[in-house]
């Protein structure tokens, strides 16, 4: 692959794979090391991928396997396929607008993870539901339920994180003192 | 179906309409349009889903993550070079062999490379920082009513476009990087777009190739008589959105 296409290629996925990776890591630091680790193994591997029109799924298929790869020994991931689905609590867009993007993706960062990975792609919009099936290795009806659910649990973190900024806080001691 | 399983479906419906013509949606999509509760609540679901979408797609990645995974890659390709050939000998002349067909073989698409983001460049410029008059706005009303249309992915099928009678249409007409080039700008989902035709240049495939400058995105593609670059400070994933 020449170096050039090689930047088209990044230039054109890095910013959604980072976020992808932010969502699954929930570090800044680690979701860089991911997404450059993902750029590392298509320089090295994507040559052997034939059909152009899936780089995109390659890549956040590979970032994904990095990450389950990169988990700490002995982590799992705890199915929660068979929890009832929580009620979906109801978010204004209105009020979503007022929250910094900083904080949406802190709530999604908050949603269990089994959910929050199809729900990010999802999100993100650079995959149709089968493609985020092939990307996470599940079976599509596993992705809809997922992301069912998942929009649940975002809509009440969504909620619990516009409470919190809500929550007026008394003045301290030291304030008062600062304040005459 | 019920509603219960229309909704089931219609939640993994992408907000941006990528979706549309997804047959395993056409018949919860219908049932949407047929019942009133349902299309109420799919038209809040997509409402707040497209917020969602947007917010996650405004967090930047850090400055130099760029930089980095571009070095990152260069170093390791060089690593792997090292490993693969153990003689000194072996590896000098497998570097000479290397440089020489390189410098042969890349040298031109360098040039090429460099005269395209050049041109990338200055099209961004103008369109963050220039005045676009009303007139490229009413301008070549096929042109504009086509590039302003969702369902149509500017890169994927050759434009109607009659270069030579833009400017009698009242295009703005301008001269960039010694191109000349006719501007219509146009609006999608509320983003503001410039369009800029020139003929066909070399340094741009039927592929769009996409570059970031000064704050503004721009993606660049021909076709078999022209060559585009379409700018918005809306983002890279803007421009991949109407590609």
Known sequence: MSQEAFVQIVDAHYSALYRFALSLSRSEADASDLTQQTFYVWATKG??????????????????REFLRGRRRGERITSLDTTPEAETAAVEPEALEAMDSQAVMSALQDVDEVFR??????YLQELSYQEIA???EIPIGTVMSRLS??????????NEKRGATNVVSFPTAKDETANG | MDNQEAQFILRAYRA??????DPAFIEALEQARRDPSLGRWLEQEQALDEVISR???????????????????KASRRRETRAWYNSPVIYALAACV????????????????????????LVINDALHEQHTAKSLEAASTLRNYISNTSHRLAAAPMPVNREKMEELGCRTLTLGGHEVAEVCFARAGLVYHLYITPRMKALGSEPKFFEHDGGAAAGWSDARNSYVVATTSGLAALQKIL
């Open chain 1, 149 to 158: 659910r998942g929009k649940a649990q975002l809509r009440a973190r969504l």
């Open chain 1, 117 to 122: 990975a199809p729900l990010t792609l999802f």
């Open chain 2, 55 to 73: 917010k996650l797609r405004a967090i930047a990645p850090p400055a130099e993550l760029r930089k980095n995974i571009l070095a990152g890659a």
């Open chain 2, 98 to 121: 290397v440089i020489v067909a390189g410098l042969s073989f890349l040298w031109p698409n360098f040039n090429g490379a460099r005269d395209r983001t050049k041109f990338a460049e």
């Open chain 2, 16 to 21: 941006n309409g990528a979706d549309a013509t």
């Open chain 1, 134 to 136: 092939e990307a996470l």
């Open chain 1, 47 to 64: 040559h052997a991928l034939r059909e152009v029109g899936k780089v995109k799924s390659w890549l956040f298929t590979t970032l994904y």
